[in-house]
């Protein structure tokens, strides 16, 4: 049984593998409160995504779906071709996920955090060192290594998170908010290391900053209300108000005339 499991999973990943990330009628229920309504995308290989919304739209709940840190009420979310309810591990071990408050052990040093995730993670000893050097490098936390983490600051803090998600070298990187709380110099170099990513990965970045998708995204997805109401690229976003994607951010939330959320556009 396990291996015919196994087998199907990997027929499944193989026919799917230009799409990595793909959420199908993602519903989300609290009690009386629809947190997310039939929501489907997919992020193809290669692609920096932009998950727009405002605060409460629903871009963290949708994300942790996707994650698999929560159940969908119904719908399905994959990544990598594998379902994330029925294919957790297989999932997991293509995707990378940065958190809004990443999972840091503030009693560790960056690089006891590394060796403990890469031990988690299975990776041998030979291989953890390569991917640990790596990493430092390309997160530049090189400097704050042997320091406690509780004493970094706020855009280091969220390096060594980023470090961590990309240690086992995942397929997609799932980012909640990266660059929320910090200054503008920390700003530019996380937005530095998320373009710096995007050449060799799938990226789905949850904002509800606009120049963010000015400085990262090929592509916005937005999200209103719970459901999605726009899909496209930066440029035809910025068309859907007076070339700004200030104005197409009112537009779509309706806040400039407090009407309810527009249907999603083709």
């Known amino acids: 049984m396990a291996g015919g499991e196994q087998i199907t999973a990997e027929s499944q990943r193989l026919t799917m593998t230009e799409t990595m990330i ?35 739209a629903g871009k963290t709940t949708t994300m942790k779906i996707l994650t698999g840190f929560l159940a969908a009420t119904s719908g399905t979310a994959r990544i990598a071709g594998f379902d994330v309810a029925t294919g957790r591990l297989a999932a997991a071990a293509r995707l990378g996920y940065l958190p809004e408050n990443g999972p840091l052990y503030h009693d560790m040093t960056p690089l006891s955090l590394l060796r403990f995730f890469g031990e988690v993670r299975g990776m041998s000893p030979e291989r953890l060192r390569e991917r640990i050097d790596a990493v430092v490098h390309l997160c530049n936390i090189q400097d704050v290594l042997g320091k406690s983490i509780s004493k970094l600051s706020k855009g280091y803090r969220q390096r060594v998170g980023m470090a961590q998600a990309i240690l086992h070298e995942p397929d997609v990187l799932i980012m909640d908010e990266p660059t929320s709380g910090l200054d503008p110099n920390q700003i530019r170099d996380v937005r530095r290391l998320i373009r710096e990513l995007g050449k060799s990965r799938t990226i789905l970045l949850s904002t509800h900053i606009l120049q963010e998708v000015q400085a990262v995204a090929d592509r916005v997805i937005f999200i209103h209300a719970g459901s999605i109401v726009f899909d496209g690229t930066p440029k035809e976003l910025e068309s859907r108000g007076d070339g700004s994607l200030d104005a197409a951010f009112h537009a779509l939330t309706g806040v400039l005339e407090g009407a309810p959320a527009p249907e999603v556009q083709p």
């Not at 009628?25 to 929501?39: H, R």
């Open 22 to 56: 793909q959420a199908a009628n993602l519903t989300k229920v609290y009690g009386t409160f629809t947190a997310l309504n039939d929501v489907s995308f997919s992020v193809p290989q290669g692609q920096v995504a932009a998950f727009l919304g405002p605060n409460g």
